[in-house]
């Protein structure tokens, strides 16, 4: 990490950079793989590996039937978030395109296995406060609706 940067803490805002010095327009300032992705809540159809929209509906896992493009099913891309366990966890549950359950399934599965993403993950801030009061009741159904979800999956 630049040297221009100094990491502070606010609990509104959780770890967060400030600049030490000036920056030129589209200059690189932090680059940083990302810890867990997942498909939103509104997703198209997309690869559950890479998350690029698929344009056929042949491009599946074979295995699960969710979306997987071809280059991810070629293993051109490393299935490193479309993993065998979840694959298998999902071939053996009726949840077909039900995107909002992946991210929270790869956070719980982080999470029983206290992983080192989990160890990094569980120090995020959920800005949980500000969320609520922005879209309150939609929110909340969504959870709840994603909780009943994830309680249904055979593990
Ligand atoms: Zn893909
Ligand atoms: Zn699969």
């Known amino acids: 990490m630049s040297s221009n940067f100094d990491i502070k803490f606010k609990p509104e805002l959780g770890n967060h950079l400030i600049s030490t010095s000036d920056f030129t327009v589209g200059e690189v300032i932090f680059t940083e793989e990302p810890t867990l992705i997942g498909p939103n809540h509104l997703s198209p159809d997309v690869c559950l590996n890479c998350l690029k929209c698929v344009a056929s509906s042949e491009e599946i896992c074979s295995k699960c039937s969710w979306c997987l493009c071809r280059d991810c099913q070629s293993l051109n891309n490393p299935l490193e978030w479309h993993d ?16 909002d359950s992946i991210l929270p399934l790869r956070l719980l599965r982080e999470a029983l296995s206290q992983t080192r993403k989990w160890d990094k993950l569980k120090n995020l801030v959920d800005h949980y406060q500000s969320l609520i009061r922005k879209e309150d009741f939609k929110r909340m159904v969504d959870k709840v609706i994603v909780c009943e979800k994830i309680s249904s999956l055979n593990t």
């Not at 071939?91 to 039900?98: E, L, R």
């Open 84 to 99: 065998p366990v979840e694959c298998e966890i999902l071939a053996s549950n009726d949840t077909k395109n039900i995107y």
